[in-house]
């Protein structure tokens, strides 16, 4: 069985404490570290930009995993490669030229996301595919934490992994939006490969992270 990486949301820590935050789920066993930044334009909500990524960068070796949620997005893919970015998401809905977005990401020394809001198509995702490290299925509105998972995404998920297998490439399937145990087992049984999760990783506290990350990885069998 493939591994599954576990990429807590920040938008659910404490953001008075946002660098012990993050020694705490790397502590823990978080894979990636997912940054949401929302810019009050393509998402109804504001959160935070390249200096506070930069900030956070010397609390962890883990990648940061950002997740760009604005319009546009090509004026700030250099601040985010200098804050030190390693996965640069972007949505095709929020822009017509993501193609070019794409290959300015890559040129900028960074992994390249496509991301899909729950009412796109995975069709979108198909004359990109050849640039795209990593896709990320939205499995609730982007905007905010603590939604309920959109199990609809489910099948767009099988999509997409189908259309993966047929790169022969090893492109990351994420989902980000509802993950808690239960969801977590229905997006890796239709293929995901990295989970978001904001809420199910953050609830408790400090003492719960790891097992909160533990509880949202496969079961082994034996
Ligand atoms: C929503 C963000 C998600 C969100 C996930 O726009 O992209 O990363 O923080 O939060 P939960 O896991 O609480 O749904
Ligand atoms: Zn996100």
């Known amino acids: 069985m493939t591994s599954v990486l576990i990429s807590p949301s920040i938008l659910s820590a404490d953001f008075a404490t946002l660098g012990e935050e993050i020694r705490a789920i790397d502590a823990a066993g978080a894979d990636f570290i997912h940054v949401d930044v929302m810019d009050g ?16 960068r010397p609390h962890t070796d883990k990648p940061f995993d ?18 030190g970015a390693n996965i640069l998401t972007v949505h095709p809905e ?32 198909e004359p990109l595919i050849d640039l795209a490290d990593l896709i990320l299925v939205m499995s609730v509105n982007p905007g905010f934490g603590g939604q309920r998972f959109i199990s609809s995404q489910l099948r767009k998920i099988e999509t997409l992994r189908a259309m993966i297998d047929a790169t022969g490439r090893d492109i990351l399937l994420e989902v ?37 990350i533990e509880s949202l990885r496969p079961k082994r069998l034996v």
């Open 176 to 212: 980000d939006g509802g993950v808690n145990p239960e969801t977590a087992r229905q997006c890796i049984d239709a293929g995901a490969t990295v989970l978001v999760a904001g809420s199910a990783v953050f609830k408790g506290g400090p003492s719960q992270y790891k097992s909160n």
């Open 66 to 83: 950002v997740h760009l949620m604005i319009a546009p997005v090509d004026p700030y893919i250099p601040a985010f490669a200098e804050a």
């Open 94 to 125: 929020a822009g017509p030229h993501t193609h070019r977005t794409l290959q300015a990401i890559r040129a900028a020394g960074m992994k390249a996301g496509v991301s899909l809001n729950p009412g796109s198509p995975a069709a979108l995702v």
């Open 41 to 56: 334009h393509f998402v109804p909500n504001l959160t935070i930009g390249p200096p506070v990524v930069k900030a956070l």
